[in-house]
Every structure is written in structure tokens, then in C-alpha cells.
């Protein structure tokens, strides 16, 4: 097993995300992350995009001193996909080419 290039951080915080779907329309959802990296992350949802699909995904770091939760942009690809309902591991892994980056003035289109 290879070992991982971005220490992995432990958070559940809100993400949105969204994709394109069949003809090309929108698709949208949120949920929560399991774990962050600079890279990638795990994200827990109820509606999930199919594997291989490119998505837009925006956490929210919870606020320190500023009034409002800081957001992190990032675009990539579905890895992996887990759906297990029984067991509550419904969700999927995104990988990014880029790091995610902090945007606090840009909205996920």
C-alpha cells in the first residue's frame, strides 16, 4: 500500500458540491466532510455523483474571529464512491489536480 502525500485531517464540517449530469444538467448536494487535505477530501451525503464525474465543492471552516464560516473552494474528481445505507457510510472520495484554495469571494457554479 502506498503511503498518502497530505496529512489527512479529521473534520466534519458542511460542504456543497455539484456536477454535471445526464444532458448536461446541474446537479447539486450537500453534505458533510469525513476528512480534509489539501488534495482531496471524504465527503458523507445522502446524494452522491457517480464515480469518475468532475464536481465543484465549497467547505466551511468554522469561524475564529470573523462572523461568517470561511469557505474553501475546490474542483476534482470522483475516486470512489461508498454506499453502504445500512451501516451510514453513504458518501464519496473527490481528488483534486490542485490544491484547495481559500475563495471567500466566489460562489460554486
Known amino acids: 500500500m502506498e503511503p498518502r502525500k497530505h496529512n489527512r485531517y479529521r473534520l466534519e464540517i458542511p460542504v456543497i458540491f455539484a456536477w454535471k449530469g445526464s444532458q448536461d444538467v446541474r446537479q447539486e448536494g450537500i453534505g458533510l466532510t469525513r476528512d ?4 482531496g477530501a ?4 445522502t446524494t452522491v455523483p457517480p464515480s469518475g464525474v468532475n464536481l465543484e465543492f465549497k467547505v466551511f471552516l468554522p469561524p475564529r474571529r470573523a ?5 474553501l473552494c475546490g474542483k ?30 466566489e460562489e460554486t457554479q
Open 42 to 45: 471524504f465527503i458523507r451525503a
Open 76 to 105: 476534482g474528481q470522483v475516486v470512489r464512491v461508498d454506499s453502504v445505507p445500512e451501516r451510514n457510510r453513504t458518501g464519496f472520495a473527490v481528488a483534486t489536480g490542485k490544491r484547495i484554495v481559500l475563495r471567500a469571494d
Open 67 to 71: 462572523a461568517l464560516p470561511v469557505p
Open 36 to 39: 480534509l487535505s489539501v488534495k
